[in-house]
C-alpha cells in the first residue's frame, strides 16, 4: 500500500487555556477521499490549517505527502480550499482564477474551470458581488486549478444550492476518479456517506471513531416509527424477543433495534394497535451515519 496522503499522529493545538485538539491521530490514504465529521467546535478546522501549514500544532506529529506542512514545494502539489474568503473583495472572479493560475508550472484552463463550475457568466464580477455559494464554487477553482496531487477541502459546500452541491460532488468524484487525494469537513452527512472511502469523527479534539460509511453505520437494521410521545417502551420490550432495543429519540420518534424481520415487525404493529397507538412513517432502514454521529457526539448544542 502507498504511505498516506495525510498522516496525523497525537496532534495537539491550545489556544490559551483551551486545547482545541486533544491527540487526534488519523491518516488520510492516497487517493481516497477521506471526510472529517465533528460537532461545532470540535477541532476539524484546526486539524486541517495545520495540515495546510498555516498553523502550528503544540505537539505531534504531522506529515503532508510525506513532508511537514511548512515545506515550500507542497504549495505546487496540494490545492487548499478554506473555509473563508481569502480573495481579494474587488477581484474579478476570472482575473482572481487566472492569476492563480500563474502561480502553477502546468495549470487547468481557468475559462474551462469556470465554465465548469457554473461561473462562466460571472467572469467579469468581483468576488463581493457573487453569491455565497458562487464564492465557495470560485475558491473550489482556485484549489483545483494547478492540477494538485492532493486537496484540502474545508466545507465544500456550505452555502451550495443543491444544484451546485450535485455538481461539486461530481467534482470530488472526478477527483477520486484521477487519483487525487481529498480531505474534505463537512457538517452534511449525507454528503460524507456519499462521497468518502474513509470518515473520521472528531469530538472535543480527538477522534470518537473512524471507518468506512458502512463500517461506521454497520449491517444491523432498525424499525422506525413515529406516534405520540412517551408510548411505555418497558411494556413494548417485554413482548419482543429477548436482546431486542427500544428508545425514543427525539421525542415521538421510536427506534426498535435487535432482530428485525417480519416477527418483530408483526409484534410491534399489533402491540400498537392493542394500545391504540397509531404509527406513522413505519420503516425499516439501516442506521444512517447521522445517527451514529448523534450517538456518540451527543445532542446538545455546543
Ligand atoms: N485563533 C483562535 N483563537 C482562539 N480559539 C480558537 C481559535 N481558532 C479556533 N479556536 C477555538 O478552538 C476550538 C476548535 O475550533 P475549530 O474552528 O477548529 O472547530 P471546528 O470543528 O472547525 O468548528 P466548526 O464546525 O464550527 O467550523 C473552538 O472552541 C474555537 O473557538
Known amino acids: 500500500?502507498?504511505?498516506?496522503?495525510?498522516?496525523?499522529?497525537?496532534?495537539?493545538?491550545?489556544?490559551?487555556?483551551?486545547?482545541?485538539?486533544?491527540?487526534?491521530?488519523?491518516?488520510?490514504?492516497?487517493?481516497?477521499?477521506?471526510?472529517?465529521?465533528?460537532?461545532?467546535?470540535?477541532?476539524?478546522?484546526?486539524?486541517?490549517?495545520?495540515?495546510?501549514?498555516?498553523?502550528?500544532?503544540?505537539?505531534?506529529?504531522?506529515?503532508?505527502?510525506?513532508?511537514?506542512?511548512?515545506?515550500?514545494?507542497?504549495?505546487?502539489?496540494?490545492?487548499?480550499?478554506?473555509?473563508?474568503?481569502?480573495?481579494?473583495?474587488?477581484?474579478?472572479c476570472g482575473e482572481w482564477l487566472r492569476l492563480v493560475a500563474r502561480f502553477h508550472a502546468h495549470p487547468l484552463d481557468p475559462g474551462a474551470l469556470l465554465e465548469r463550475l457554473g461561473l462562466a457568466a460571472h467572469a467579469r464580477t468581483p468576488y463581493r458581488r457573487l453569491s455565497g455559494g458562487q464564492q465557495q464554487r470560485l475558491s473550489l477553482a482556485a484549489a483545483l486549478i494547478g492540477r494538485p496531487e492532493l486537496v484540502f477541502l474545508d466545507e465544500p459546500t456550505a452555502g451550495m444550492d443543491p444544484q451546485a452541491r450535485?455538481?461539486?460532488?461530481?467534482?470530488?468524484?472526478?477527483?477520486?476518479?484521477?487519483?487525487?487525494?481529498?480531505?474534505?469537513?463537512?457538517?452534511?452527512?449525507?454528503?460524507?456517506?456519499?462521497?468518502?472511502?474513509?470518515?473520521?469523527?472528531?469530538?472535543?479534539?480527538?477522534?470518537?471513531?473512524?471507518?468506512?460509511?458502512?463500517?461506521?453505520?454497520?449491517a444491523e437494521r432498525q424499525l422506525r416509527f413515529r406516534a405520540r410521545p412517551g408510548l411505555n417502551l418497558d411494556e413494548l420490550l417485554k413482548a419482543l424477543p429477548a436482546g431486542s432495543a427500544a428508545k425514543e429519540s427525539p421525542a415521538g420518534h421510536y427506534i426498535i433495534e435487535g432482530d428485525v424481520g417480519p416477527e418483530l415487525l408483526a409484534t410491534v404493529t399489533a402491540w400498537c394497535a392493542a394500545e391504540g397507538v397509531t404509527t406513522e412513517d413505519l420503516s425499516i432502514e439501516r442506521r444512517t451515519l447521522e445517527d451514529v454521529f448523534l450517538e456518540l457526539t451527543g445532542r446538545e448544542l455546543r
Not at 450535485?166 to 469537513?185: F, H, K, M, P
Not at 472528531?202 to 461506521?216: F, H, K, N, S, Y
Request: glycine share 12%; hydrophobic share 40%.
Open 166 to 218: 450535485r455538481s461539486c460532488w461530481d467534482l470530488i468524484g472526478e477527483l477520486r476518479a484521477a487519483g487525487v487525494s481529498v480531505v474534505l469537513t463537512t457538517h452534511f452527512m449525507d454528503e460524507a456517506e456519499k462521497l468518502a472511502d474513509h470518515v473520521v469523527i472528531i469530538d472535543r479534539g480527538r477522534v470518537v471513531a473512524e471507518g468506512t460509511p458502512a463500517e461506521l453505520t454497520g
Open 1 to 92: 500500500m502507498s504511505s498516506p496522503a495525510v498522516e496525523v499522529v497525537d496532534l495537539v493545538k491550545r489556544y490559551g487555556r483551551l486545547t482545541a485538539v486533544d491527540g487526534l491521530s488519523f491518516a488520510a490514504e492516497s487517493g481516497a477521499v477521506t471526510a472529517i465529521l465533528g460537532p461545532n467546535g470540535a477541532g476539524k478546522t484546526t486539524t486541517i490549517e495545520i495540515c495546510e501549514g498555516f498553523r502550528q500544532a503544540d505537539g505531534g506529529t504531522v506529515r503532508v505527502l510525506g513532508l511537514p506542512p511548512s515545506r515550500r514545494e507542497l504549495r505546487a502539489r496540494v490545492g487548499i480550499m478554506p473555509q473563508t474568503g481569502g480573495v481579494p473583495p474587488a477581484m474579478r
